[in-house]
């Protein structure tokens, strides 16, 4: 424990720079930008910055595209809660109570508990990340390559028995996304596979160019003509800060929602989004009142925003500890960790103790800095949210072209990302998930890897998976989450889906 | 109705399948190994056709209930969405060619102005000066190259 305060301070001393700072302050504002933005979300985001970091050491890099994930959780709620409309799919419930609370002149404090609730959530889960992240750092040295290939299995498993759509539709995705993500070089004999014969597919296909095709440009085409009259609340903001009363109303949720965002976004393939639907059901379920929730009742805004918040940092930890994300952000972000040169996993925090602790400390700094500047930008945010959409949808257009052209500097990247467009959209009307499909497309050459090398340790047999205790574990796991859906009809991401 | 809803779902599971095979057809040209040293072509012919098996469950699904309808397809403006996608891959062509300043005011003012029905003379104001804003940020300020073109900008 001790150890681990002593760690924060250097991580403080290191987030404290003048040049981090300013680039925390850039991921926080743009990443807020791009919360309240509908149409643009903060995996896109990641993306497209990510040629613009390479410039940059990478904790800063790190410490700005972290800024943007969290970022957008604050900038979601403002769409929300004013437009009705989710700025992030992470803030869907948020429109809930948060709109129907802006329609009763109480706008103000919608966008105040959010801010103070995401605040309070945010700091917990920097707090949970300093204690759980380095245990669970050590205890994946034990880790082979049967264990991890056992646990990416798993995250990818609880993916699909989350979606909100089909479950097989979503475990398509994900083999989808596997299928992908080998594509290129064989990691053991170097055979071209799937490349037909195009020389810049031998290293595989980019990660920016598949997410700027299926989140950015796919979004905007899907958007076309739908979101162009949307009603920007036109009342004056007043009361910014909750009174008494809302804050008596919105402890408690905030505090529930805080625990169950950390410790659910701490499973790999949960997410933010699941756990802030779980919130508000449980809130909904405890309260004295249901009845006024969908009504404009605070603890629907304000437990569901801390969730979110909280789910963000506790996505961190399976990412820092051990090197496996479990969102589609994350798994970006584990991309962006590889092109700095710096090995995800177990001995990150060992290795490189600058970046994790300096990140950390950061997240820290960047939650501080969004509720004091989130606030009082609130009017600049609804200015913002008054540019006619054409306008935005033809800037994410171009930002992606150039986010993708310029990893590479190749025009390839470029067709890839017009032609992910094209899937992103059919697989949104075909009512196909495009999240497994990137989670398990980062994952897919670990995966392999993983599997490879674990049949050539067992000379082929498949019992090294079930021989080994915890391999076992998350086999297990897995396939209960699989089978499961066979005994009942209830599933946990469609039964939300539904209800709400 | 409820048979078109049918089928475009099932018609999604029939094109799944036809990926899966063609995949595990790949793998097998590419070599599988043995499960004591897996090959280059392993991984995906055991993804093809565990993509193939899930595909004929929706399939099968698609056919035996409506409830996996797809959205509201008919909402979508398929034409301008072509466009838009035709006028993407133009740019890719010809990014290099003619350089990134030239190539992105005519795809910004195609946009705004042939796409979004924006006045031409507001287009082509905002094309010019998000194309001089990119330039300066990504070019000057983040040292990105862009491509310059046979005109040199």
């Known amino acids: 424990?001790?150890?681990?305060?002593?760690?924060?301070?250097?991580?403080?001393?290191?987030?404290?720079?003048?040049?981090?700072?300013?680039?925390?302050?850039?991921?926080?504002?743009?990443?807020?930008?791009?919360?309240?933005?509908?149409?643009?979300?903060?995996?896109?985001?990641?993306?497209?910055?990510?040629?613009?970091?390479?410039?940059?050491?990478?904790?800063?890099?790190?410490?700005?595209?972290?800024?943007?994930?969290?970022?957008?959780?604050?900038?979601?709620?403002?769409?929300?809660?004013?437009?009705?409309?989710?700025?992030?799919?992470?803030?869907?419930?948020?429109?809930?109570?948060?709109?129907?609370?802006?329609?009763?002149?109480?706008?103000?404090?919608?966008?105040?508990?959010?801010?103070?609730?995401?605040?309070?959530?945010?700091?917990?889960?920097?707090?949970?990340?300093?204690?759980?992240?380095?245990?669970?750092?050590?205890?994946?040295?034990?880790?082979?390559?049967?264990?991890?290939?056992?646990?990416?299995?798993?995250?990818?498993?609880?993916?699909?028995?989350?979606?909100?759509?089909?479950?097989?539709?979503?475990?398509?995705?994900?083999?989808?996304?596997?299928?992908?993500?080998?594509?290129?070089?064989?990691?053991?004999?170097?055979?071209?596979?799937?490349?037909?014969?195009?020389?810049?597919?031998?290293?595989?296909?980019?990660?920016?160019?598949?997410?700027?095709?299926?989140?950015?440009?796919?979004?905007?085409?899907?958007?076309?003509?739908?979101?162009?009259?949307?009603?920007?609340?036109?009342?004056?903001?007043?009361?910014?800060?909750?009174?008494?009363?809302?804050w008596r109303r919105s402890i408690g949720p905030i505090t529930r929602g805080s625990l169950l965002g950390f410790f659910l976004g701490l499973l790999p393939g949960v997410g933010a989004i699941v756990p802030q639907f779980l919130s508000y059901a449980l809130e909904k379920k405890l309260s004295r009142h249901p009845e006024q929730f969908g009504n404009g009742a605070i603890e629907g805004v304000a437990s569901p925003e801390a969730c979110n918040n909280a789910a963000v940092g506790g996505t961190f930890i399976p990412l820092l500890s051990l090197g496996i994300p479990s969102t589609a952000m994350t798994a970006i972000l584990l991309g962006a960790l590889m092109i700095y040169g710096l090995t995800p996993g177990p001995l990150l925090i060992k290795n490189s103790p600058d970046l994790f602790w300096g990140v950390i400390a950061s997240m820290y700094i960047g939650n501080l800095m969004l509720l004091i500047l989130n606030l009082p930008l609130i009017p600049l945010w609804v200015r913002v949210l008054k540019i006619p959409y054409s306008y935005l949808s033809t800037f994410i257009i171009l930002f992606c072209l150039i986010g993708a052209y310029s990893l590479n500097n190749s025009t390839t990247d470029i067709y890839i990302a017009v032609v992910f467009s094209i899937v992103g959209l059919l697989l949104k009307k075909f009512a196909f998930e495009p999240a497994p499909l990137v989670l398990a497309f980062v994952l897919g050459p670990l995966l392999e890897t993983a599997l490879r090398r674990s049949l050539i340790l067992s000379d082929g047999s498949l019992l090294i998976f079930l021989q080994r205790p915890i391999s076992a574990g998350f086999i297990l796991f897995a396939v209960v989450v699989l089978v499961a859906p066979l005994f009942s009809h209830i599933r946990l991401g469609r039964g939300l889906s539904e209800e709400d | 109705m409820k048979r078109t809803k049918i089928s475009t779902s099932g018609a999604s599971a029939i094109f799944w399948v036809a990926v899966g095979i063609l995949t595990c057809y790949g793998a097998t040209r590419l070599g599988l190994g043995s499960v004591t040293e897996p090959g280059a072509g392993f991984i995906f012919f055991w993804s093809g056709l565990i993509l193939v098996l899930l595909s004929l469950m929706v399939l099968v699904d698609s056919i035996r209930s409506a409830e996996h309808m797809v959205g509201d397809m008919e909402k979508i403006n398929w034409a301008k969405i072509a466009l838009i996608l035709l006028s993407l891959l133009l740019y890719a062509f010809f990014l290099e060619r003619l350089g990134f300043v030239l190539t992105t005011f005519i795809l910004l003012s195609f946009l705004l102005g042939w796409i979004e029905r924006t006045n031409w003379a507001r287009s082509l104001g905002v094309a010019s000066a998000a194309v001089l804003a990119c330039f300066a940020i990504f070019e000057l300020w983040l040292k990105i190259r862009l491509p310059k073109g046979i005109f040199g900008f």
């Open chain 1, 1 to 246: 424990m001790l150890e681990s305060l002593a760690s924060l301070l250097y991580g403080f001393d290191i987030a404290l720079q003048p040049q981090n700072l300013l680039y925390c302050f850039i991921g926080v504002t743009m990443g807020t930008l791009v919360g309240v933005l509908p149409g643009i979300g903060p995996t896109a985001t990641i993306a497209l910055l990510l040629p613009a970091t390479f410039s940059l050491n990478p904790i800063s890099a790190i410490i700005m595209l972290s800024g943007i994930c969290y970022g957008a959780m604050y900038g979601g709620s403002t769409t929300s809660i004013l437009l009705n409309i989710p700025g992030e799919a992470s803030s869907v419930v948020t429109c809930f109570d948060g709109y129907q609370m802006a329609r009763q002149g109480r706008a103000g404090a919608a966008l105040g508990i959010s801010a103070f609730g995401s605040f309070i959530a945010g700091t917990f889960s920097i707090f949970g990340l300093i204690l759980l992240a380095p245990t669970l750092a050590d205890f994946a040295l034990k880790f082979g390559p049967p264990e991890y290939f056992a646990l990416m299995v798993m995250g990818l498993t609880v993916v699909a028995y989350l979606a909100r759509k089909s479950m097989a539709k979503a475990l398509m995705m994900a083999v989808f996304g596997i299928i992908l993500g080998c594509v290129g070089l064989d990691p053991i004999t170097a055979t071209p596979r799937f490349t037909f014969g195009i020389l810049e597919l031998a290293d595989g296909i980019g990660i920016a160019p598949v997410v700027m095709g299926l989140f950015g440009i796919a979004e905007v085409l899907e958007n076309l003509g739908v979101l162009t009259k949307a009603a920007v609340f036109a009342g004056k903001l007043k009361g910014l800060f909750p009174n008494r009363e809302d």
